[in-house]
């Protein structure tokens, strides 16, 4: 039992809320430090709990990870009043059903930005010394002479950010320590002095971020307006040696445009940790997978176990506070 916290069970053996605590449904598994942060604060609904099949019809507060909640399920909710959502991304949630029916919608901006930050440089020095395809020769029992290995140089070069969110601040910081990167960036929602502790350019325009820059890293989230942001006619802007990071959601960059880039030579290479289909399979990612400069992974930019503690108890603390301040009204 949770310090502090009365007996859960009645004579039945049935578990009951303690006097004056919130019952918090966690419909998705949570790292178990958030598990045991959320139950000081609620009487907690695991998803191995029966009753959280129940949510829809008796959940007031709900917090989430990667599941679906659909405008069908906002309808079907009788007393939802705010979800706590791990992660940034909203993509998963209809927000407008949700705004239409007074449920608050939090999510955890900021406290995975490291972590996806480190990716990005993970991805971006992978594809710029071809270690993905190194290691699929080595492991296939190929001899690779070091003369049959290319790469490129990362040092003094530009950096291009669409979006100037936390995840691309963290970017920046990162490639200005370990590269000296010049940075360009393009946000026109970001306020007019953002970034000015940061010697960067503002560019005006994507193409102004795309033309001059050695490595693009795409962070902004996936709309009606940003899905096929990155198509066949930006990549042949890009330059013919620049590399192309996907990090933020699937369908930003088009995939089958992206093919086409990277075997006509417009660009040099990709790290895609973000694909339009999720987890991603070799039937569907085969050909892309076999481009020597090209790395893939299964949206990891937040898969770290002190990350995924992080945001997962951020995201109940989002709840936690909004009750507060409701009481405090």
């Known amino acids: 039992m949770a310090p502090g916290l009365i007996d859960l ?8 809320p303690s006097a004056g605590m919130e019952i918090l449904y966690m419909i998705d598994t949570f790292h178990p430090e958030a598990v045991k942060h959320a139950q000081q604060l609620f009487r907690v609904v695991l998803p191995t709990d029966p009753e959280v099949q129940n949510w829809r019809e008796n959940a007031r507060y709900l917090a989430v990870r990667g599941s679906y909640i659909t405008a069908a399920d ?15 991304g909203l993509d998963k949630i209809d927000v407008d059903a949700c705004r239409e029916a007074g449920i608050q919608v ?7 930005s490291r972590a996806v930050a480190e990716l990005v440089l993970a991805l971006t020095m992978s594809v710029a010394r071809e ?3 190194i290691r699929v020769r080595q492991s296939q029992g190929e001899l690779v002479p070091k003369e049959t290995c290319s790469g490129l140089l990362l040092g003094g070069k530009t950096l291009g950010l669409i979006g100037r969110g936390n995840i691309s601040r963290c970017v920046a910081d990162i490639f200005r320590g370990a590269f000296n990167a010049s940075i360009v960036a393009y946000d026109p929602f970001a306020p007019a002095d953002a970034w000015k502790d940061l010697d960067h350019i503002r560019a005006k325009s994507v193409a102004e971020v795309l033309e001059p820059a050695d490595v693009v890293s795409v962070h902004v989230p996936l709309t009606k307006d940003t899905k096929g942001l990155i198509a066949l006619k930006e990549m ?20 089958e445009d ?7 030579g417009f660009i040099w290479g990709a790290g895609i940790d973000c ?9 569907k990612y085969e050909r892309l997978w076999s481009h020597p400069r090209v790395i893939s992974t299964p949206h990891i930019g937040a898969a770290t176990s002190q990350t995924q503690a992080e945001t997962a108890i951020a995201a109940v603390d989002s709840v936690y506070r909004y009750i507060q301040n409701q009481k405090g009204q």
Do not use: Y
């Not at 069970?9 to 009951?16: F, I, L, R, T, V």
């Not at 906002?74 to 940034?88: D, E, M, N, T």
């Not at 992206?258 to 006509?264: I, V």
């Open 9 to 16: 069970q009645d004579s039945s053996g049935h578990e009951q």
């Open 74 to 88: 906002i309808k079907a909710c009788r007393s939802l009043r705010a979800i706590g959502k791990q992660g940034v």
């Open 106 to 112: 939090f999510n955890t901006p900021g406290v995975n």
């Open 131 to 133: 270690i993905g395809s």
């Open 236 to 255: 042949k802007t890009m330059k013919s040696n620049a590399i192309l990071i996907n990090a933020a959601r699937g369908g930003i960059v088009n995939e």
């Open 258 to 264: 992206l093919l086409t880039a990277l075997e006509a």
């Open 275 to 283: 694909h339009e289909e999720e987890p991603p399979t070799r039937a």
